[in-house]
């Protein structure tokens, strides 16, 4: 219980700035994540997708 009430102290002291950090720390790692995902769906279809090409896809897919 102690544990659950210092975590809960630790993140009331959060400031706005460390919470939009936070927020694109983990948007940039679900990004990566799906980078990582299709790095290897390329490696394991008959696509033999390059990074280079993956990394282009997830740039046009992020701006539509």
Known sequence: ML???R???ELNQLT???IL???K???HEKKMNYV???IHLGKISTLKLT???IFAFMQI???Y
């Open 25 to 27: 720390w983990r948007s």
């Open 16 to 18: 706005q700035k460390d």
């Open 7 to 9: 975590l809960f102290v």
């Open 21 to 23: 950090a936070l927020k």
């Open 36 to 38: 990582h995902e299709l």
């Open 3 to 5: 544990v659950k009430w």
């Open 51 to 53: 990074e280079k090409q």
């Open 61 to 63: 897919k992020l701006k």
